[in-house]
């Protein structure tokens, strides 16, 4: 149980309510400063992450940095000052440097103003926990409308929280030591749900070339990735077990609705599940309809480009038995017969996409054509034995997925705990000595 102080006063600021008596109120303007130092031939790019790491750029990875290297006016960065991202605030990029160094003036870098008054760690938390109560936004949107970039004379207006000093640094150090060890058992249910994504790949990779039988005598394939497969299966080339159809459709993710005449594909939504069902609700009405961009039940959803190369060949299920539209950056497999079960041909596509990472191309954005599909080959067992195996998959991952949500589900009680705790402690409705 969680102490409180003994005596609180009203802030007299709104959004703060109450708080410890001995506990004063000042604006940010009175504690901090922004400073606009020189830079010096030594000093290396200091760049602020939405985690709250302030830290040179070679420390943390570089991709997607092109463009902030062309800016101009940069200004320098000492360790210990806090940093604050203008234009990323609102998501979390306010820390404390660890290191000197120099940065864009997309920053604004602040030092304290008053000597023994101010513990720049403790107002990083409060600050981070302003943003994550969208309190930053909010605050950036009703100065300037036209943005939501928070800047320096924002800070300085904001009227601030003051405990004692040596309450500030308690503070700090408690929630370091805190949020480091949620941060852990996150980390932990977090590496328990990657193994169980990796358990749910290697039971369908194995039923898909293996079948369920142990005893089953097994022949070489002749297809390295598949390997060696039940002695009476089959290996075929999949455009032999399926159409494909590249996805063209033009409406956008602005355009999709709550209800309409058909259940809208659209790259942006679909690559993040694995079965279209009731509970994808995305629409779009007729204006769209083509007749050869039609999804329907069975009919496996391919993502053909991607922004990562592990993205890329995600597959979706259409389990729905009205009409699906096809949008771009997709292709769909459609069984020809009722030779090809299709959750079979389903549960085969989350081994074959791997093989389709040899054909990517691209740098930033990954993507394969409808060719690619052409060339990749299969395991085909007995009709009643595709669907034996597509039964046992569903049964099985059905469990992996049921386990997999409740670790997400403990990840997010850890999460809101966390928020709770950070904003219970900055703004004293909880006391920690």
């Not at 203008?86 to 870098?109: E, H, L, Q, R, W």
């Not at 990779?205 to 039988?213: P, Q």
């Given at each position: 149980?969680?102490?409180?102080?003994?005596?609180?006063?009203?802030?007299?600021?709104?959004?703060?309510?109450?708080?410890?008596?001995?506990?004063?109120?000042?604006?940010?303007?009175?504690?901090?400063?922004?400073?606009?130092?020189?830079?010096r031939?030594?000093d290396?790019?200091?760049?602020?992450?939405?985690?709250?790491?302030?830290?040179?750029?070679?420390?943390?990875?570089?991709?997607?940095?092109?463009?902030?290297?062309?800016?101009?006016?940069?200004?320098?960065?000492?360790?210990?000052?806090?940093?604050?991202?203008?234009?990323?605030?609102?998501?979390?990029?306010?820390?404390?440097?660890?290191?000197?160094?120099?940065?864009?003036?997309?920053?604004?870098?602040?030092?304290?103003?008053?000597?023994?008054?101010?513990?720049?760690?403790?107002?990083?938390?409060?600050?981070?926990?302003?943003?994550?109560?969208?309190?930053?936004?909010?605050?950036?949107?009703?100065?300037?409308?036209?943005?939501?970039d928070?800047?320096?004379?924002?800070?300085?207006?904001?009227?601030?929280?003051?405990p004692?000093?040596?309450?500030?640094?308690?503070?700090?150090?408690?929630?370091?030591?805190?949020?480091?060890?949620?941060?852990?058992?996150?980390?932990?249910?977090?590496?328990?749900?990657?193994?169980?994504?990796?358990?749910?790949?290697?039971?369908?990779?194995?039923?898909?070339?293996?079948?369920?039988?142990?005893?089953?005598?097994?022949?070489?394939?002749?297809?390295?990735?598949?390997?060696?497969?039940?002695?009476?299966?089959?290996?075929?080339?999949?455009?032999?077990?399926?159409?494909?159809?590249?996805?063209?459709?033009?409406?956008?993710?602005?355009?999709?609705?709550?209800d309409?005449?058909?259940?809208?594909?659209?790259?942006?939504?679909?690559?993040?599940?694995?079965?279209?069902?009731?509970?994808?609700?995305f629409?779009?009405?007729?204006?769209?309809?083509?007749?050869?961009?039609?999804?329907?039940?069975?009919?496996?959803?391919?993502?053909?480009?991607?922004?990562?190369?592990?993205d890329?060949?995600?597959?979706?299920?259409?389990?729905?038995?009205?009409?699906?539209l096809?949008?771009?950056?997709?292709?769909?497999l459609?069984p020809?017969?009722?030779?090809?079960?299709?959750?079979?041909?389903?549960?085969?596509?989350?081994?074959?996409?791997?093989?389709?990472?040899?054909y990517?191309?691209?740098?930033?954005v990954?993507?394969f054509?409808?060719?690619?599909?052409?060339?990749?080959?299969?395991?085909?067992?007995?009709?009643k034995?595709?669907?034996?195996?597509?039964?046992?998959i569903?049964?099985?991952?059905?469990?992996?997925?049921?386990?997999?949500?409740?670790?997400?589900?403990?990840?997010?009680?850890?999460?809101?705990?966390?928020?709770?705790?950070?904003?219970?402690v900055?703004?004293?409705?909880?006391?920690?000595?």
């Amino acid at each position: 149980m969680m102490k409180k102080y003994q005596h609180y006063k009203n802030s007299g600021v709104a959004w703060l309510g109450e708080i410890p008596e001995h506990w004063e109120i000042i604006k940010g303007k009175w504690l901090f400063t922004k400073m606009e130092r020189p830079i010096r031939k030594e000093d290396d790019i200091v760049t602020c992450f939405r985690d709250g790491e302030v830290t040179l750029r070679k420390n943390r990875k570089i991709d997607g940095f092109t463009n902030a290297l062309k800016e101009h006016g940069y200004q320098g960065i000492r360790k210990g000052d806090l940093v604050i991202h203008n234009m990323d605030a609102f998501a979390g990029a306010i820390g404390i440097s660890d290191s000197d160094g120099k940065s864009t003036p997309v920053y604004s870098v602040c030092t304290h103003r008053i000597e023994n008054k101010v513990n720049s760690y403790f107002y990083t938390y409060f600050l981070r926990n302003l943003a994550k109560l969208g309190f930053i936004e909010s605050l950036a949107k009703g100065i300037r409308e036209r943005s939501s970039d928070f800047r320096f004379n924002d800070f300085g207006k904001l009227e601030l929280p003051v405990p004692p000093l040596e309450e500030q640094t308690a503070i700090a150090n408690f929630l370091d030591d805190k949020t480091t060890k949620i941060d852990q058992a996150i980390a932990i249910k977090q590496q328990q749900i990657e193994l169980l994504k990796e358990r749910r790949q290697i039971l369908i990779h194995k039923a898909v070339t293996r079948g369920l039988n142990e005893n089953v005598k097994l022949k070489d394939s002749g297809v390295e990735w598949i390997g060696e497969i039940p002695e009476h299966w089959e290996v075929k080339k999949l455009i032999g077990l399926c159409r494909f159809v590249r996805g063209n459709s033009t409406f956008s993710k602005d355009e999709l609705l709550n209800d309409g005449q058909y259940v809208a594909l659209q790259y942006g939504k679909t690559y993040k599940v694995n079965e279209v069902d009731k509970n994808y609700n995305f629409y779009v009405n007729d204006e769209f309809y083509k007749e050869t961009q039609i999804v329907n039940y069975g009919d496996t959803i391919f993502i053909s480009t991607s922004e990562t190369i592990e993205d890329l060949g995600h597959s979706a299920f259409y389990n729905r038995n009205d009409l699906g539209l096809l949008g771009g950056e997709q292709l769909i497999l459609k069984p020809y017969n009722e030779k090809i079960n299709c959750h079979y041909l389903y549960f085969s596509s989350k081994v074959f996409s791997k093989e389709l990472r040899k054909y990517a191309t691209g740098i930033k954005v990954f993507r394969f054509n409808i060719n690619d599909l052409k060339t990749i080959y299969t395991a085909t067992p007995p009709l009643k034995e595709q669907k034996e195996i597509a039964e046992f998959i569903e049964i099985a991952t059905t469990k992996i997925a049921t386990a997999i949500s409740l670790k997400q589900k403990e990840i997010e009680k850890l999460k809101e705990y966390k928020m709770s705790l950070i904003d219970g402690v900055v703004t004293g409705k909880v006391r920690v000595c």
